[in-house]
């Protein structure tokens, strides 16, 4: 059967400037300078030397594998490391890794040893570049190193390598599963899938017989029909337990469980459809930061943060703007939250847009991010570019493939994009939902009314699709108050929020809206981000711009409802009460 065993502990731990740690092969024996890091964690916020550091350090950590683990497959697991990663066994080169929000792993059978101390070296750097996905301009924290948990999955050599479950609220549900086999000869299996209620109680079983071939992979389908299905609702997020088991000769040799929820997103026309019947969307955005924890955030500390959004009245959680930790997705799956989950795949220019390197970074992250959480209930959207020049014929040609692959890989979601250039956008026709982000009245002189006018010219060009206006917001320092509410204020937040959702919300054809942001977060330094106000002048091209306003005070966005330890401001009760507004407008369609 199969074992994991986590690796997270202190690590020793060394920056490497000069780029000297290949050339003197650190790989094989850690420098003596070594310092100790507790891993997962951001190196940025374990020492205030490194708050700054961008480049190259290295992780080495002695671990032992327990004899129980001989003649298995045994791989090492890596949830995330930011950005770049090199990964060394006892001196043996295992790969690399691009991307800092996703997993990925290596076989490690023939370099591991057994009963004997092992010695892993990770080269990781956090560079990042006009030709990385995200690039440097993304407007948040470089948080660096290895972020998320490590550990090890022993299997058979004979293994379920992938399972993929897609239901239907009437009940149907198909798994497809997928067996590997590192035998050295062909090998017959039977899988069974067994389907279980909360209650423990088993509900459906099914078995099928699989030939897999030696060193290859093979795919079943196993149909099932469950009598009166459990939904799984905001209100009743109802989870029902799939229990794979692969045998041979009719013992098993590997077993898997995950958690099931019943449920179905679909558009009609305009609408939004969830379980068959019209919502609105009512949401905010969430980056992975916290003052204390910087990404790397305990699952009891982003649980708290849900039930701030659940307080505000908020029903979906837009992942801005990478992928999260599973742990994030596991609260909403359990405590009854839609998530939007994207790849950072933020704020692109045609040149970018046209270079097939990017298209292949962007492909890669969003296939590991869609094999990874494409059994999650709670997500109903996967969002493929944020304000990139998707207006341009690079661009068109980058999300044509972007959403082929999207919907290739999972065709139960609906795919969403949120256009730089709006209505003049030539990509919206190949996603489900349109995104619109403004931020107008905050970065310029427009009027409160400004957002609103852009939906409309949106909406007229593409009259049959469903919008959700999904970015928008103003920054206030928390504790500085004005009778005049002038800008930076709570009071002129409040006001913004009102203004803006008072008048957005009266557009029958809007199928809801997404704060921009759930609390304020750390940003990097802007005198040192030149792409991020280049990126500016272009977003903000033929509009009056408000300088002042692009400013990060304290090296942070400002725009939470919440500061960055949790504190409620003004905002907090005027989004609480046009979120109600918003749920009550949904009932009130529901009825009718």
């Known amino acids: 059967m199969r074992q994991e065993a986590l690796l997270n502990g202190f690590w020793s731990f060394i920056t490497d400037e000069k780029e000297i740690g290949k050339a003197k092969k650190w790989f094989e024996k850690a420098p003596k300078e070594v310092g100790d890091h507790y891993v997962p964690g951001c190196w940025n916020l374990q020492d205030p030397k490194y708050f700054r550091y961008e480049g190259v350090a290295w992780y080495f950590n002695k671990f032992h594998v327990s004899q129980d683990m001989k003649n298995k497959k045994i791989d090492i697991i890596f949830e995330a490391v930011h950005y770049y990663s090199e990964v060394w066994l006892n001196g043996k080169y295992l790969g690399k890794h691009t991307g800092g929000f996703t997993r990925f792993n290596f076989d490690i059978t023939k370099v591991v040893q057994i009963g004997k101390p092992n010695i892993l070296a990770v080269r990781v750097d956090s560079r990042l570049s006009e030709t990385t996905m995200p690039v440097p301009g993304s407007d948040w924290f470089n948080y660096s190193g290895i972020v998320?948990?490590?550990?090890?999955?022993?299997?058979?050599?004979?293994?379920?390598?992938?399972?993929?479950?897609?239901?239907?609220?009437d009940g149907r549900i198909k798994a497809i599963v997928e067996c590997t086999n590192k035998l050295a000869s062909n090998q017959d299996v039977t899988v069974t899938v067994a389907i279980c209620n909360k209650e423990l109680e088993q509900v459906a079983e099914?078995?099928?017989?699989?030939?897999?071939?030696?060193?290859?992979?093979?795919?079943?389908?196993?149909?099932?029909?469950?009598d009166k299905p459990h939904l799984w609702e905001l209100s009743d997020p109802y989870l029902y337990k799939v229990h794979v088991s692969v045998k041979k000769y009719g013992e098993a040799i590997d077993k898997l469980s995950i958690d099931m929820g019943i449920r179905e997103i679909s558009t009609r026309g305009l609408q939004i459809l969830f379980n068959g019947r019209p919502i609105k969307i009512h949401g905010v955005s969430r980056h992975e930061d916290h003052p204390q924890f910087g990404r790397t955030i305990p699952q009891s500390a982003i649980y708290k943060d849900y039930q701030l959004a659940k307080d505000l009245n908020a029903n979906m959680?837009?992942?801005?703007?990478?992928?999260?930790?599973?742990?994030?997705?596991?609260?909403?799956?359990?405590i009854g939250m839609f998530v939007m989950e994207e790849i950072p795949n933020a704020f692109l220019m045609k040149p970018q847009l046209a270079d097939k390197k990017m298209l292949e970074l962007a492909k890669q992250q969003l296939r590991e991010l869609i094999m990874r959480d494409r059994n999650n209930p709670s997500i109903i959207f996967w969002g493929l570019a944020i304000e990139c020049e998707t207006e341009t014929v690079p661009g068109m040609k980058f999300m044509k493939e972007l959403t082929e692959l999207a919907r290739e890989l999972d065709d139960t979601r609906l795919l969403l994009h949120a256009a730089l250039a709006l209505d003049k956008d030539k990509s919206?026709?190949?996603?489900?939902?349109?995104?619109?982000?403004?931020?107008?009245?905050?970065?310029n002189d427009?009027?409160?009314?400004?957002?609103?006018?852009?939906l409309d010219r949106v909406h007229k060009k593409f009259p049959n699709k469903p919008i959700i206006f999904t970015s928008h917001g103003a920054d206030s320092i928390y504790g500085l108050h004005s009778r005049e509410k002038v800008m930076w204020s709570e009071e002129f937040q409040a006001e913004y929020i009102q203004k803006i959702g008072d008048d957005?919300?009266?557009?029958?054809y809007l199928s809801g809206e997404c704060i921009w942001h759930l609390m304020d977060f750390r940003v990097m330094k802007q005198s040192e981000n030149k792409y991020f106000l280049k990126f500016l002048d272009l977003g903000m091209r033929n509009r009056k711009k408000n300088y002042q306003y692009l400013k990060r005070p304290g090296e942070y966005n400002l725009k939470g409802i919440v500061d960055t330890f949790r504190r409620p401001k003004l905002v907090y009760k005027v989004v609480q009460d046009l979120y109600k507004r918003w749920d009550d407008l949904e009932k009130k369609l529901n009825r009718s």
């Open 206 to 226: 099914k078995s099928m017989n699989l030939s897999v071939k030696s060193n290859a992979s093979g795919k079943t389908e196993l149909d099932f029909k469950l």
């Open 504 to 508: 957005v919300i009266k557009r029958d």
């Open 317 to 334: 959680i837009r992942l801005a703007h990478y992928p999260h930790d599973p742990k994030e997705i596991e609260v909403a799956n359990n």
């Open 148 to 169: 998320r948990d490590v550990r090890l999955l022993a299997t058979g050599k004979v293994y379920c390598s992938d399972i993929y479950v897609k239901t239907k609220i």
């Open 428 to 443: 919206y026709k190949y996603v489900d939902v349109m995104g619109v982000n403004t931020f107008d009245a905050w970065y």
């Open 446 to 454: 427009m009027p409160f009314t400004a957002p609103g006018i852009f």
